[in-house]
């Protein structure tokens, strides 16, 4: 049995993207009551055309549905699969290339719902997420995705050593993200060489963990030309993907 969860999403952009790309998920549509927005206004009629049940609220309702009082007046509730049921054995094998990313322990929930907005727009198939000691995927998350976690296969899980070994055995690569790495990620061409690719990038502070360092067949930096010491981890994680998108 799967075990579903209700999550929320909020804001204009998020909530209009699920409409557009999985309204299916959806239970139910919070809007703010005496609205004057013409963006809200475009929004209702959305919902309506999508035949979703749509609720006036207070802000005050609001702000305690999604955790924030930043939902410019929307929040949407999504009844959504445990992150922790992925069958990752029938997605290695029914998936043709593989486009991986690894999330370890990245804290900010704005940076890892940037991570799932650049995934997505890439083209990847999988984000896997340790699931302690990181961000869950809470409405901030989602927000900051922009949409990104629709469409998308996102698992969680705390054994990334051992899902490693189960990717290798599928021919996978391995390509692991720190700025002390000797390697730039401009020297990735050999990846257009294997069938997938899995790509890891670490927590803000510290980076990828030790254990997973040494499961990783490529290390890559980003060349640093300023007087700052590294990127944002969005940022990072996107200029990996985009690289590693340009040899598929």
Do not use: W
């Not at 299916?24 to 209702?44: H, R």
């Amino acid at each position: 049995m799967i075990d579903k969860k209700v999550r929320y999403i909020y804001g204009i952009h998020a909530v209009s993207n699920i409409i557009n790309s999985d309204h299916n998920k959806i239970k139910k549509i919070y809007l703010k009551k005496n609205y004057t927005s013409k963006n809200l206004t475009n929004l209702f009629t959305q919902a309506i055309d999508a035949g979703l049940y749509i609720e006036e609220s207070d802000t005050d309702k609001l702000s305690m549905l999604c955790e924030s009082n930043k939902h410019q007046g929307v929040v949407c509730e999504i009844e959504d699969i445990d992150l922790s049921f992925f069958n990752l054995d029938n997605y290695l094998l029914t998936t043709k290339n593989p486009f991986i990313l690894i999330l370890d322990q990245i804290k900010d929930p704005n940076n890892l719902g940037a991570c799932i907005r650049t995934a997505n727009a890439v083209g990847c198939n999988l984000i896997i997420k340790r699931k302690s000691n990181s961000s869950p995927i809470s409405p901030a998350v989602h927000k900051a995705s922009c949409g990104g976690t629709s469409g998308i296969n996102i698992y969680e899980s705390n054994d990334l050593n051992g899902i490693l070994k189960k990717l290798k055995k599928h021919n996978i690569t391995i390509v692991g993200t720190d700025h002390r790495a000797k390697s730039s990620y401009r020297e990735m061409s050999k990846l257009a060489e294997h069938t997938g690719v899995c790509v890891v990038m670490g927590s803000e502070d510290v980076g990828i963990s030790r254990g997973i360092k040494n499961s990783c067949d490529i290390m890559c930096s980003i060349p640093i030309h300023g007087s700052v010491a590294c990127l944002n981890i969005s940022v990072a994680c996107g200029v990996i993907l985009y690289e590693v998108a340009k040899y598929r």
